[in-house]
């Protein structure tokens, strides 16, 4: 779990560098959710409760930013981990 906050936290970081020299109306800002739960994978799909509730996190997300849910929070002991 703190690998998937870290690797978030790396992937926002390097949209912003890569998009900081663009224009406004023409930056890309994407939004990123985390969850715990089950996960079905199939060949061309992925669904669960832990897919859906990471979208509606994902939605509620600030534009380049991360929303991670409670249980994904208390999961990487929030003070116990610095996620850099």
């Not at 560098?17 to 663009?22: A, H, S, W, Y």
């Not at 890309?28 to 994978?41: E, L, Q, S, T």
């Not at 979208?55 to 249980?71: D, N, T, W």
Request: glycine share 10%; with cysteine; charged share 25%.
């Amino acid at each position: 779990m703190v690998e998937a906050v870290r690797a978030a936290v790396q992937f926002q970081t390097r949209v912003k560098e890569i998009t900081t020299g663009d224009t406004e109306d023409r930056r890309i800002a994407f939004r990123v959710g985390i969850n715990i739960g089950d996960v079905i994978v199939e060949p061309h799909d992925i669904f669960g409760d832990g897919v859906n509730i990471a979208a509606r996190l994902e939605s509620i997300a600030q534009p380049g930013g991360i929303c991670i849910s409670s249980s994904a929070y208390d999961h990487i002991g929030a003070g116990r981990h610095r996620v850099r």
